[in-house]
T-cell receptor
Framework: AQSVTQPDIHITVSEGASLELRCNYSYGATPYLFWYVQSPGQGLQLLLKYFSGDTLVQGIKGFEAEFKRSQSSFNLRKPSVHWSDAAEYFCAVGGGNEKLTFGTGTRLTIIP | DAGITQSPRYKITETGRQVTLMCHQTWSHSYMFWYRQDLGHGLRLIYYSAAADITDKGEVPDGYVVSRSKTENFPLTLESATRSQTSVYFC????????????FGDGTRLSIL
């Protein structure tokens, strides 16, 4: 069965600082990996996805993520965060069918 | 406007009542999903549907019923609501037969007293 672990429940970062959110997955074959962002009171919005090819993927809002098969990781990064990046971030993994398994999320707080 | 809409956005009901949450998408996506979001659990899949008249259980289906008579609609019914079903419910849709990004509605916050 596929699973996702987001080890950080809550992260606080200063505005302008760099950000890395961790995601580890478990899946027996090549996974399909996603990062979503959820602003308060809203649904989830897709930030980026990895299906195959280049292991460094670019997403919206200046985010990127790197797939590392040897570490079973798909960490999300941003070089300089903005106050508007404060939200909850979810990593998700999909496999041979259409279902996704989501992590429990990381809440990001930005301080001035 | 194209997209996925959920109604109502907020609902308060009592234990034992039946309540139906609506989901409508305008993309003609074949797949639709219902999730519940609870603190510490992330999103958990309740039911999903591959096409009209095809539905299947997800991780936490007990106490819920779904139907899909039309491609664009995927209602979720709690036949006899319990307090443990207090949650935020999200509907999503995706295109294609293999794993595709899912597009989410804004959610329904359901409180059961």
């Amino acid at each position: 069965a596929q699973s996702v672990t987001q080890p950080d429940i809550h992260i606080t970062v200063s505005e302008g600082a760099s950000l890395e959110l961790r995601c580890n997955y478990s899946y027996g074959a090549t996974p399909y990996l996603f990062w979503y962002v959820q602003s308060p009171g809203q649904g989830l919005q897709l930030l980026l996805k990895y299906f195959s090819g280049d292991t460094l993927v670019q997403g919206i809002k200046g985010f990127e993520a790197e797939f590392k098969r040897s570490q079973s990781s798909f960490n999300l990064r941003k070089p300089s965060v903005h106050w508007s990046d404060a939200a909850e971030y979810f990593c998700a993994v999909g496999g041979g069918n259409e279902k996704l398994t989501f992590g429990t999320g990381t809440r990001l707080t930005i301080i001035p | 406007d194209a997209g996925i809409t959920q109604s109502p956005r907020y609902k308060i009901t009592e234990t034992g009542r039946q309540v139906t949450l609506m989901c409508h998408q305008t993309w003609s996506h074949s797949y639709m999903f219902w999730y519940r979001q609870d603190l510490g659990h992330g999103l958990r899949l309740i039911y999903y549907s591959a096409a009209a008249d095809i539905t299947d259980k997800g991780e936490v289906p007990d106490g819920y019923v779904v139907s899909r008579s039309k491609t664009e609609n995927f209602p979720l019914t709690l036949e006899s609501a319990t307090r443990s079903q207090t949650s935020v419910y999200f509907c999503a849709s995706s295109a294609g037969a293999r794993v595709q990004p899912q597009h989410f509605g804004d959610g329904t916050r359901l409180s059961i007293l």
